[in-house]
């Protein structure tokens, strides 16, 4: 998966993306920096953590995009869950950011 050019300037995608990552339940923000976050989300039934860091990029004044890596803390396999998850929160903030 591609990640999408959004005409904002970085801040206001980091700013959005962060909307979005706060209105998902389970998921807790437990680092922040100017130019990434990290989160950890849990399963609903046995609460396993999944990882997920966040950067994002400057192509200039008007242009930014970010970089997703969502996986399992514990365990194999994940059956599709870190790949469903960015897709769904890249389209909110798709979304949010028309």
Do not use: C, E
């Not at 995608?13 to 962060?18: E, M, P, Q, Y």
């Not at 923000?29 to 997920?52: E, H, M, N, T, W």
């Not at 929160?89 to 798709?94: A, E, G, M, R, V």
């Amino acid at each position: 998966m591609g990640s999408n050019i959004y005409a904002t300037p970085v801040q206001k995608l980091h700013d959005a993306f962060l909307a979005v990552a706060r209105r998902q339940p389970r998921t807790t923000i437990v680092a922040q920096r100017a130019d990434g976050v990290q989160l950890i989300q849990k399963s609903r039934f046995f609460r396993f953590p999944d990882l997920i860091d966040v950067a994002f990029f400057h192509i200039d004044d008007g242009h930014s995009t970010l970089a997703i890596y969502s996986r399992a803390k514990l365990g194999y396999r994940d059956f599709g869950v870190n790949q469903l998850r960015v897709r769904t929160w890249i389209d909110q903030l798709d979304a949010d950011l028309i």
